[in-house]
T-cell receptor
């Protein structure tokens, strides 16, 4: 059971570079989301999707784009990386009973 | 403005004793509450949840209590074990807001053997 798979696990970017964080789930869940975790702030919602072709903004969407072309995949794109985007990123897939299943995370450093 | 607050950044408990982790919320629209456990370098894992129509839910050593009038919930772990040492996140959601999860800042639990 793979569950939610995130790649890469670690990434270092220079300011201004762009990149895509990949997320895939094999649980056939409609609802997927991206969070960032920063010290003392818990997990904050960046973007979410309630199904293929449908995405919406969360609490901290600026500087990030998402798309959902299939049920399985929900990539997160950083358009022009900034030091403030240094964080740990988690992708989650949600079952109909409210529970979220998280990937292992991507630790991103922007220098 | 944090809607879900975990006011204790850390908690230290002796093995075999009870651990009580607390969580407060401000939004009365929240109707579902969850606890997640997180080990270093791993993603959070679901632990236990409770609907707003209940005031208690038990699962083995873990019990969650909900006090809606006080907008407060707590997670009890009895007995505590060294493997319970982790960061615990409280989360809340509301059907009104599409069931998006709002997380607290987390509490680090250390269980000493």
């Amino acid at each position: 059971n793979a569950g939610v798979t995130q790649t890469p696990k670690f990434q270092v970017l220079k300011t201004g570079q762009s990149m895509t964080l990949q997320c895939a789930q094999d649980m056939n869940h409609e609802y997927m989301s991206w969070y960032r975790q920063d010290p003392g702030m818990g997990l904050r919602l960046i973007h979410y999707s309630v199904g293929a072709g449908i995405t919406d903004q969360g609490e901290v969407p600026n500087g990030y784009n998402v798309s959902r072309s299939t049920t399985e995949d929900f990539p997160l794109r950083l358009l022009s990386a900034a030091p403030s985007q240094t964080s740990v990123y988690f992708c989650a897939s949600h079952d109909p009973g409210h529970r979220a299943f998280f990937g292992q995370g991507t630790r991103l450093t922007v220098v | 403005d944090q809607q879900v607050k975990q006011n204790s950044p850390s908690l230290s408990v002796q093995e075999g004793r009870i651990s009580i982790l607390n969580c407060d919320y401000t939004n009365s629209m929240f109707d579902y509450f969850l606890w997640y456990k997180k080990y270093p370098a791993e993603g959070p894992t679901f632990l236990i949840s409770i609907s707003s129509i209940k005031d208690k839910n038990e699962d083995g050593r873990f019990t969650v209590f909900l006090n809606k009038s006080a907008k407060h919930l707590s997670l009890h772990i009895v007995p505590s074990q060294p493997g319970d040492s982790a960061v615990y996140f409280c989360a809340a959601s509301a059907a009104e807001y599409g069931n998006k999860l709002v997380f607290g800042a987390g509490t680090i639990l250390r269980v000493k053997s």
